[in-house]
């Protein structure tokens, strides 16, 4: 990959990260909300145009994809939505906002973010399968940089409002002046179901409901009267605490996808800071130390966003998915789901209930992280997200090479492997699914599901890739 490809994506990366987080929405809401009592109420704009772009980009994926085709709209859009923002911050800065000025800037706002979190899929698939380990840095690494641009809050007027102008800016024309060259990805064309199917919809599922019960935890914490201070180094211990929790977690994402090993780890690790993070605020929800949990909680938060997108990055150029409906109908809608949790159902709740949105921080946070737990005791074998178990993968066309035989003959008869687990364990090398495999052999599922689990333990591996790995590594 060429320096500029390099730099191109880790600048832009940088900046599209806080509009995942809307770290830069929250900037310029906030400070419209002096002028305009309802600025904050503009969220449910955002979950209305996040509804309405998976709709309409799941219809018509062809026409957005000639859009990302052509690459000017996406930049036009950027720089409209920067100009929109940067004429918002001015009237605040002179008080002279208007409410229609605000609802066309969030309105812009509301439908550049998912185009550019598509947009970058878009681009960064085909990088990653050029060069894996150089383009997974910059993501990484710019995952973490993006932290450090939150500090532009702490910094005089009207500087912060550098955040909402420059983050659609230079991630719209970053991605705009990725070489086209680079930029070429082609799968074949895919209905929805076909997609859905081609991913490990079990192990999706329980990372999308683990990312709507962080997001109401942590987005309940943040929007409570806790952790009020003064004290501006307790806000900066806070961002440092977030900063070193992501930047050990996509390190460790990174390190674990690219030797193919099974993510359980980085998974368990997340649910744990997620859960000490929620733990530091109960014991301390009236005292200052309080912002220390929030910072940690909100670090895995984010990571389980960062850990969605780069998975399906990695899920879609190894398997040739389409783009569009991949990151639309998973990551997107993921997101506008979560955001609604936080923006919409718990304030509707807590004054349905006639109770202080702040009155809920305690008992909801408590329900919340019980069920985090739950969730890790009892669905832990699913969490360990595997790859996509197609019919047939990674170009094995009908029977087994001579060589894979070779391999698990050498461990059947090492290992004392019957014949029928043998048989088994060929197939689910070859990248049979359970399904797939019962059929080939006339079995049920179950009985796979059986077989299976007695090759863990005879062969003292913990899941579905460090079978294939110890299969593909014997010396036949």
């Not at 939505?81 to 812009?108: E, I, K, R, Y």
């Not at 509301?110 to 894996?132: E, G, N, S, Y």
Request: glycine residues 6%; aromatic residues 12%; neutral net charge.
């Amino acid at each position: 990959m060429r320096t500029r490809s390099r730099i191109t994506i880790a600048l832009g990366m940088l900046f599209l990260w806080p509009l995942l987080r809307t770290q830069a929405t929250g900037t310029l809401l906030v400070a419209a909300s002096s002028a305009i009592p309802w600025a904050q109420s503009s969220y449910y704009i955002f979950l209305i145009v996040g509804v309405l772009f998976v709709a309409v980009a799941l219809a018509a994926k062809n026409a957005l994809q000639r859009v990302y085709e052509l690459r000017w709209p996406v930049a036009v859009l950027a720089s409209v939505t920067a100009v929109a923002n940067f004429g918002v911050a001015l009237a605040v800065q002179m008080d002279v906002l208007h409410p229609l000025l605000l609802v066309a800037s969030v309105l812009f706002y509301a439908v550049c973010i998912p185009v550019l979190v598509v947009a970058w899929a878009f681009v960064l698939v085909p990088l990653l399968k050029a060069d894996f380990h150089v383009s997974s840095i910059c993501i990484a690494a710019s995952f973490v940089g993006s932290f450090v641009l939150g500090f532009l809050q702490y910094l005089p007027q009207p500087w912060p409002y550098l955040f909402p102008i420059l983050c659609p800016l230079l991630a719209g024309w970053c991605w705009f002046l990725v070489p086209k060259s680079d930029a070429r990805h082609s799968a074949a064309s895919m209905d929805l179901p076909t997609v859905l199917r081609s991913l490990p919809l079990g192990s999706l599922a329980s990372l999308v409901i683990t990312m709507f019960l962080s997001c109401f935890l942590v987005g309940i914490a943040r929007s409570g009267s806790i952790a009020i201070s003064e004290n501006i180094d307790l806000y900066y211990a806070k961002d440092f605490a977030t900063i070193v929790v992501t930047t050990i977690i996509a390190f460790m994402l990174y390190a674990l996808l690219a030797s193919k090993r099974s993510t359980r780890v980085i998974w368990i690790f997340i649910f744990t800071v997620l859960c000490i993070g929620q733990l530091i605020i109960l014991a301390f929800d009236d005292g200052v130390f309080a912002l220390v949990g929030i910072g940690v909680s909100s670090a895995a938060r984010a990571s389980f966003s960062f850990f969605l997108y780069f998975y399906l990055l990695t899920l879609v150029y190894e398997e040739n998915l389409p783009v569009i409906p991949v990151f639309v109908s998973v990551f997107v809608s993921t997101n506008v789901v979560s955001d609604a949790l936080s923006f919409a159902v718990v304030p509707v709740f807590s004054g349905a209930l006639g109770v202080d949105y702040a009155g809920l921080i305690r008992p909801a946070s408590l329900a919340v992280g019980i069920i985090v737990f739950l969730c890790l005791a009892f669905f832990s074998g699913s969490m360990a997200l595997s790859y996509p178990r197609g019919e047939r993968a990674h170009g094995f066309e009908g029977a087994a090479s001579n060589q894979l035989q070779r391999q698990v003959d050498e461990l059947t008869s090492r290992y004392g492997v019957s014949e029928r687990e043998s048989e088994v364990m060929l197939y689910i090398v070859q990248g049979y699914s359970y399904k797939a495999t019962a059929s080939e052999l006339g079995i049920t599922e179950g009985t796979v599901q059986s077989h299976i689990k007695r090759l863990y333990v005879k062969l003292d591996v913990h899941s579905r890739q460090e079978l294939i790995e110890t299969v593909r590594s014997v010396d036949a």
